[in-house]
């Protein structure tokens, strides 16, 4: 695994704070927005296994993905995760260690155990944005880089991307559909439910509906 992503803990400019509402929970994240987006964050929840998850992610100017690190870690377990995209191809380093019966939640139910990294890389080709499962940060990737809300109500723009399911770090291809439904309302639909997203004016997710809202930044 890279250690590049703890070389340089320069301050960033701005702070989110989302309290999950589908079970205890919460995430913070530091974030520099100014070209395309640097956001350093921690997620922390009780379900399908107590854990913490801490990660950093870049975008580039058009704020579509290029490199996620992310470490997970519970009682007797870690997990650990470097994703890069590069062009249309998505490739991943990883490492497992202590207890290996972890297992994701998809939205939809508990999956089978599974070690971190890409499942199936052909199935990411052509998705650009990351999407870590349970963060609403990763939510506005697709809404900023598209410029979804400054389209008209109704749009609906339908895409792939690279999911990373916590706490086990596996990473699945994940169709997506963004609708429109206002100036700061988009109607979320992926794999797993689909849910009314609440934006405020920066693109930043305000309010998930049955998953998170947010209380900082």
Same mark, same amino acid.
């Given at each position: 695994?890279?250690?590049?992503?703890?070389?340089?803990?320069?301050?960033?400019?701005?702070?989110?704070?989302?309290?999950?509402?589908?079970?205890? #929970?919460?995430?913070?994240?530091?974030?520099? =927005?100014? !070209? /395309?987006? @640097? $956001?350093?964050?921690?997620?922390?929840?009780? %379900? *399908?296994?107590?854990?913490?998850?801490?990660?950093?992610?870049?975008?580039?100017?058009?704020?579509?993905?290029?490199?996620?690190?992310?470490?997970?870690?519970?009682?007797?377990?870690?997990?650990?995760?470097?994703?890069?995209?590069?062009?249309?191809?998505?490739?991943?380093?990883?490492?497992?260690? #202590?207890?290996?019966?972890?297992?994701?939640? =998809?939205? !939809? /139910?508990? @999956? $089978?155990?599974?070690?971190?990294?890409?499942? %199936? *890389?052909?199935?990411?080709?052509?998705?650009?944005?990351?999407?870590?499962?349970?963060?609403?940060?990763?939510?506005?990737?697709?809404?900023?880089?598209?410029?979804?809300?400054?389209?008209?109500?109704?749009?609906?723009?339908?895409?792939?991307?690279?999911?990373?399911?916590?706490?086990?770090?596996?990473?699945?291809?994940?169709?997506?559909?963004?609708?429109?439904?206002?100036?700061?309302?988009?109607?979320?639909?992926?794999?797993?439910?689909?849910?009314?997203?609440?934006?405020?004016?920066?693109?930043?997710?305000?309010?998930?509906?049955?998953?998170?809202?947010?209380?900082?930044?």
């Amino acid at each position: 695994m890279s250690d590049a992503a703890d070389a340089t803990r320069e301050p960033l400019p701005a702070v989110l704070m989302w309290l999950r509402t589908d079970v205890p #929970g919460w995430e913070v994240v530091v974030v520099d =927005d100014r !070209s /395309g987006l @640097r $956001a350093r964050g921690s997620q922390h929840a009780v %379900d *399908p296994v107590p854990y913490a998850l801490s990660y950093e992610l870049w975008t580039d100017a058009r704020w579509a993905t290029t490199r996620l690190v992310a470490h997970a870690e519970g009682a007797g377990w870690t997990r650990d995760l470097e994703l890069t995209r590069n062009g249309n191809e998505w490739t991943s380093v990883s490492a497992a260690a #202590g207890e290996a019966d972890i297992a994701s939640f =998809d939205g !939809s /139910g508990v @999956r $089978a155990p599974a070690p971190p990294g890409i499942a %199936d *890389p052909e199935a990411l080709r052509g998705a650009v944005d990351v999407d870590i499962g349970g963060s609403p940060l990763t939510n506005a990737l697709p809404v900023r880089r598209l410029g979804l809300l400054a389209t008209e109500p109704g749009s609906v723009v339908r895409l792939g991307s690279a999911w990373v399911l916590p706490p086990t770090l596996e990473v699945v291809a994940s169709a997506q559909t963004y609708e429109v439904l206002s100036g700061d309302r988009i109607r979320y639909g992926d794999a797993g439910n689909g849910a009314v997203i609440e934006y405020d004016a920066d693109g930043w997710v305000r309010d998930y509906e049955g998953l998170a809202r947010r209380v900082a930044g």
